[in-house]
Nanobody, 121 residues
Framework: VQLQESGPGLVKPSQTLSLTCTVS??????????WLWIRQPPGKGLEWIGY???????DYNPSLKSRTSISRDTSNNQFSLQLSSVTPEDTAVYYC??????????????WGQGTQVTVSS
């Protein structure tokens, strides 16, 4: 399974950050798969943003939930992130990743290479 992020590298404050992850080697509607967005701000650790599972019902980090939307396009095998009202604190490397859950057991799958997003005017 391969994942590739795409989207603008520069977003102005107060605007909406939009990224897309294109998946190959597996269907995003496959059973037991979870498709995640994760970010790493400069000098900080990884932060989970949210995920969309095979059911299509997304879930979000409570700290970002009010500004976050994750959706999927099964016809193009992609899932997307929208983060609204961004500030410079949203500057980070953004990753998409896959996770499988089988009989309650989680297994990390592939990650995208990451894409740098800078919030600046």
């Amino acid at each position: 399974v391969q994942l590739q992020e795409s989207g603008p590298g520069l977003v102005k404050p107060s605007q909406t950050l939009s990224l897309t992850c294109t998946v190959s080697g597996a269907s995003i509607a496959s059973n037991n798969y979870y498709w995640l967005w994760i970010r790493q701000p400069p000098g900080k650790g990884l932060e989970w943003i949210g995920y969309i599972p095979d059911s299509g019902s997304a879930d979000y980090n409570p700290s970002l939930k009010s500004r976050t939307s994750i959706s999927r396009d099964t016809s193009n095998n992609q899932f997307s992130l929208q983060l609204s009202s961004v500030t410079p604190e949203d500057t980070a490397v953004y990753y998409c990743a896959s996770l499988t859950v089988v009989a309650g057991q989680e297994s990390w799958g592939s990650w995208g290479q990451g894409t740098q997003v800078t919030v600046s005017s």
